[in-house]
Nanobody, 116 residues
Framework: QVQLVESGGGLVQPGGSLRLSCAAS????????MAWYRQAPGKQRELVAL???????NYLDSVKGRYTISRDNAKNTVYLQMNSLKPEDTAVYYC??????????WGQGTQVTVSS
């Protein structure tokens, strides 16, 4: 019954910016960590950024200084601000939420394409 809906993906030129959003809805439940993953064609899914319920953040080394993860607990929403985008950032981005019992919930994915 819990659903994560992503938005904000699209086509952007190198050096540009995008902001992804992921809103959780459905049954009332406790949200612990919120995160963003990405998967490029032929590649494994990788963790990009994570934020805990205590607002501790962690980032993939290749995106440090360029990406910022944040959360709005009142809206049950997690954001990913992506700046100085590179072609290597092209992937489908998935949001992830860890709730009660350590259960993982996934968004539907949103395409981010960085190209001139």
């Amino acid at each position: 019954q819990v659903q994560l809906v992503e938005s904000g993906g699209g086509l952007v030129q190198p050096g540009g910016s995008l902001r992804l959003s992921c809103a959780a809805s459905g049954s009332n439940f406790n949200i612990f960590t919120m995160a963003w993953y990405r998967q490029a064609p032929g590649k494994q899914r990788e963790l990009v950024a994570l934020i805990t319920d205590g607002d501790t953040t962690n980032y993939l080394d290749s995106v440090k200084g360029r990406y910022t993860i944040s959360r709005d607990n009142a809206k049950n929403t997690v954001y990913l601000q992506m700046n100085s985008l590179k072609p290597e950032d092209t992937a489908v981005y998935y949001c992830n939420v860890v709730g009660d019992w350590g259960i993982n919930y996934w968004g539907q994915g949103t395409q981010v394409t960085v190209s001139s």
